[in-house]
């Protein structure tokens, strides 16, 4: 069976912008990677020389698109409207991501020519050149802007969606965080991790004797096993990306090892205790220390799924080492850096847990794996750097020095150059250009310049950095002695010359710190004598500037007095002192500000000569200027980042003044020490009274600010459940409930002791067929899963064990392998489970791993994912675990996902047989094409439809579910099958007929998908199932009887039907047993009954008995009360009176 995977379309991001431009492509040339911005615009000079000499052997421009995107920067021929369309010409001339783009250049002199520099090859450090030119001039810095922008938004998105979650290389692993140890070194011996884990256990049993828990001895981590049951093995130990520089500190192991060793000692604990620092921190064995270890490409994460956050995260370049244990082989480890409260860092070592060994070797794999990955695209991302005797670091200062040039000066400058290389290199170089016969000095020049890159980076090529140099061991450099090959022999000349160049540097800018009067009269013959006496060691007036344009660095103070460049905003400036540091702060020295390079935007083309403006403009002073400790540009910078209050005095920094400096004011300092009127008067002492009132005032106000902290916690707490309830309910309602349905459902749902009482059946069909409302369905379930326990008080099957749902979390499963690679199948599209390892996917972790711990048999299966999705849709993460038991253990669900899929193969056949019965065209077309139910039917049962169908619909199938029971899946299978009868019957091949059923009957319209529910409410196939399926068993005994095999074969299947026969009968046991516990209990119930009724039967005889004695007593008491009434009428009679 293929994998159950939801296919939906990926829609574009919104803020995919694409936008295309109209150009002409001048040309392209390789260049080297270290090419810097002065090097460009000889460059582009170059291109465009090359364009000019192409055009007159074939004058066809060529026009191209370029499109500019976030995802991409894409170049293309653009065909004109009389040619037709060939995809082998107007293939894209080139594409690349836009961060690739790390040089842009406008042509000032020219505004209509552009170019880009683009990353091709970092591996062997190259680069192209491109040339563009936009029929309308003021369309380029449009472009420039554009392609910019493209970069800075990808370059975001690879910041802020980093390996951890959108990463396609990051693997993920279950772990069990054990603690955290601070080490002394970077590097470990190999038991390492066996000392943590009892120094665990000690540090746990102290804890557990301290405290007055019940059970301490179990209260150490898992780890704490016996060690000598463990097996013995050599550790399996994979440094980091920094370890690779410090393998001859490997070497001397013993110091280090016996080091190491001394800090796990009793009396460090007590010293790294007192200080402040606890050097070993078990974790909590009564919290849930389940993690989610994530490895990506340059990162390490902890997630934690109980919180939903990440716990740790960590680069590759601060983890030092990566150890597995000896004795406890399923532990692991490694070291990395921390930072520490006082501003330094120290070292720490986090310990895990995993299920097996296996899976701790998988781990280490992956670590090495992914180090070795990173360590590789580091080396590739690395920065191009140049060294001090670089051959292109040459070429970019001379760029530099002749950046704004006219070309007569530039030839000389060049001539000065050329002294600088072999006699041969200037013959080559001579020759060259006299073959092209320039035209002018600036083509000339052009040629010069081009001839001198491809020279040196020739020599680049060949070169090795000082800094690389300096890193090899001295025991190579004397084995190798006097066999240095003349490359080595040179670079050892390149460093006494940068020796000589450093120390008459420094000379000079003693000297000229010490006088600075003379500083100013001879600035310019001192720079030209320097450039007199070292013309032969390559340039010494931009040594101080040697430092790569794009990435300035902070000159040293000997390397303080600087040279301004001659640029268009900025004209040569005198030499000046080296900054001191503020009064203010005489312990920190003040950095000194730098002009960072500027983007060059100019072409070597012809400038005025601007040295008449600067010596008009420093002569306008009229009075000699003093000498100042801060350029202006200083000055400006300290008055923004420490500005001054307008009520200060002038008076105050009168001494600062004349230096043209204002010192930051110091945040210690009072602002003003007396007031206007003279010094402020004392406050009066209050009494005890007046500050008990006030602390009687502040104590009602802080209750007050708590009550009101609590209050908006929980304001936001039921915001972000709305929220994330609206987020999960995110999907259209197939069956729009009516609000008098909805006042039924919740009216039954507001029934008090509902769980106790049982509904009318039909009046709850009729309310599922009308409708459930959305944001009530999760209580709806559990409300007919409650039903549902009533009806059938005696459950179907044994019950597992009543483990608690966070008991469960606390484990590690055997199966997380394959629930994190579901994770991402899951809804992928859905805003709730899309974000990897986000809330969604974590919540759905956590059920899928419970329930495999929960049933060892089933354990994990492809389809459930989809399941508990779907409840988690609806519910909380521990209610959707309750309804998923519900399902698998009372519904009968778990049956299918057994690892012998026997069951699933039961209801293939009675789908077949369903189908056979009622739609028996349909079954002859589909069996005429051999295509059987497995085909496309296993997922509807492993999925409850929820992997190919709208989320609206799923949600009614379990409705249903809920209602009647698993025979609704074989009722919405056969009710979507028949009623797209016709259009099945319309195909005539396999591939058709299949992905027709596949992909075009799960879209269906509201319309259908209402029918085919209303027409499942009134279906009744409980009788035929269970005929199907014994007719399924009386087919396989037949078929094994009849089947003529050979004797092994005969009693392979034997077995097979042995064993399933087996199960079988244990599953009629279960049933024999409950069915029998059933009537013990139903013989119980008549027992009570029978004798409730021979009480009321006595209950009834004495009643009558009381009654006739009544009656008897009423008779007698009316007798007694008539004789009296007739006593009186004869006591009554008048007496004659005697007249």
Known sequence: MEPITFT??????????????????????????????????????????????????????????????????????????????????????????????????????????????????????????????????????????????????????????????????????????????????????????????????????????????PNPPHAAPTGSQEPGRRPMRKSFSQPGLRSLAFRKELQDGGLRSSGFFSSFEESDIENHLISGHNIVQPTDIEENRTMLFTIGQSEVYLISPDTKKIALEKNFKEISFCSQGIRHVDHFGFICRESSGGGGFHFVCYVFQC????????????????????????????PAQLCEGCPLQSLHKLCERIEGMNSSKTKLELQKHLTTLTNQEQATIFEEVQKLRPRNEQRENELIISFLRCLYEEKQKEHIHIGEMKQ???????????????????????????????????????????????????????????????????????????????????????????????????????????????????????????????????????????????????????????????????????????????????????????????????????????????????????????????????????ILLLRMEKENQKLQASENDLLNKRLKLDYEEI???????????????????????????????????????????????????????????????????????????????????????????????????????????????????????????????????????????????????????????????????????????????????????????????????????????APWFLTMFASQFPLGFVARVFDMIFLQGTEVIFKVALSLLGSHKPLILQHENLETIVDFIKSTLPNLGLVQMEKTINQVFEMDIAKQLQAYEVEYHVLQEELIDSSPLSDNQRMDKLEKTNSSLRKQNLDLLEQLQVANGRIQSLEATIEKLLSSESKLKQAMLTLELERSALLQTVEELQRRSAEPSDREPECTQPEPTGD
């Not at 459950?795 to 055997?814: A, H, M, R, W």
């Not at 992928?828 to 419970?850: D, V």
């Open 355 to 382: 299920t097996n060994e296996a899976l701790v070797d998988e781990i280490m794999m992956t670590l090495k794996q992914a180090f070795t990955v990173a360590a590789v695209q580091q080396t590739a991302k690395a």
């Open 735 to 937: 069956t729009p409930c009516l609000k008098e349905v909805t006042t039924v459902w919740e009216k039954m749902l507001s029934t008090p002791g509902r769980s106790k009482i049982k509904f009318d059946m039909e009046k709850m069909h009729s309310a599922v067929g009308q409708g459930v409302p959305r944001h009530h369905r999760g209580e709806i379930w559990k409300f007919l899963a409650e039903q549902f326990h009533l009806k059938h008080q005696f459950p179907s099957k044994q019950q597992p064990k009543d483990v608690p749902y966070k008991e469960l979390l606390k484990q590690l499963t055997s199966q997380q392998h394959a629930i994190l690679i579901d994770l991402g199948r899951t809804f992928p599209t859905h805003p709730y489970f899309s974000a990897q390892l986000g809330a969604g996917q974590l919540s759905l972790y956590n059920i899928l791993k419970a329930y495999s711990l929960l049933d060892q048999e089933v354990g994990y299966c492809q389809g459930l994912s989809f399941v508990a999705g779907i409840l988690l849709l609806h519910m909380s993460e521990e209610e959707a675990f309750k309804m998923l038991k519900f399902l698998m253990f009372d519904m009968g669900l778990r049956k299918q996902y057994r690892p012998d899929m026997i069951i699933l193969q039961i209801q293939m056949y009675q789908l077949s047989r369903l189908l056979h019965d009622y739609h028996r065209d349909l079954y002859n077309h589909l069996e005429e094409h051999e295509i059987g139910p497995s085909l496309y039917a």
């Open 472 to 702: 090899t061991s001295q025991m190579a450099a004397e084995n190798i002695g006097s066999e240095l090959p003349p490359s080595a022999t040179r670079f050892r000349l390149d460093m006494l010359k940068n020796k000589a160049k450093r120390s008459l540097t420094e000379s000079l800018e003693s000297i000229l710190s010490r006088e600075p009067s003379v500083c100013e009269k001879e600035a310019l013959p001192i720079s030209e004598s320097s450039f007199k006496l070292l013309g032969s060691s390559e340039d010494l007036s931009s040594d101080s500037e040697s430092h790569l344009p794009e990435e300035p660095a902070p000159l040293s103070p000997q390397q303080a007095f600087r040279r301004r460049a001659n640029t268009l905003s900025h004209f040569p400036m005198e030499c000046q002192e080296p900054p001191q540091p503020a009064r203010g702060s005489p312990g920190v020295s003040q950095r000194k500000l730098m002009r960072y390079h500027s983007v060059s935007t100019e072409t070597p083309h012809e400038r005025k000569d601007f040295e008449s403006k600067a010596n008009h403009l420093g002569d306008s002073g009229g009075t000699p200027v003093k000498t100042r400790r801060h350029s202006w540009r200083q000055q400006i910078f300290l008055r923004v980042a420490t500005p001054q209050k307008a009520c200060d005095s002038s008076s105050r920094y009168e001494d600062y003044s004349e230096l043209g400096e204002l010192p930051p004011r110091s945040p210690l300092e009072p602002v003003c020490e007396d007031g206007p009127f003279g010094p402020p008067p004392e406050e009066k002492k209050r009494t005890s009274r007046e500050l008990r009132e006030l602390w009687q005032k502040a104590i009602l106000q802080q």
């Open 8 to 213: 939906a379309r990926k829609h574009p991001l919104p803020n995919e912008v694409s936008v295309d431009f109209g150009l002409q492509l001048v040309g392209s040339l390789p260049v080297h990677s270290l090419t810097t911005m002065p090097m460009l615009p000889w460059v582009v000079a170059e291109v465009r020389r090359l364009s000019r000499q192409s055009t007159r052997k074939e004058p066809v421009t060529k026009q191209v698109r370029l499109c500019v995107s976030p995802s991409g920067l894409r170049c293309e021929p653009e065909p004109g409207r009389s040619q037709q369309w060939d995809p082998l010409i107007y293939s894209s001339i080139f594409e690349c991501k836009p961060q690739r783009v790390h040089k842009l250049i406008h042509n000032s002199h020219d505004p209509s020519y552009f170019a880009c520099l683009i990353k091709e090859d970092a591996v062997h450090r190259q680069s192209i050149c491109y040339v563009f030119k936009a029929d309308d001039q003021t369309k380029v810095p449009e472009i420039i802007s554009s392609i910019r922008q493209a970069g800075k938004i990808a370059r975001q998105e690879e910041l802020h969606c980093p390996s951890e979650f959108d990463d396609t290389f990051s693997k993920k692993f279950e772990v069990l965080f054990c603690g955290r140890v601070t080490v002394a070194h970077k590097k470990a011996p190999p038991a390492l991790i066996d000392e943590c884990i009892e120094k665990f256990n000690h540090v746990s049993g102290s804890r557990g004797s301290e405290s007055p828990r």
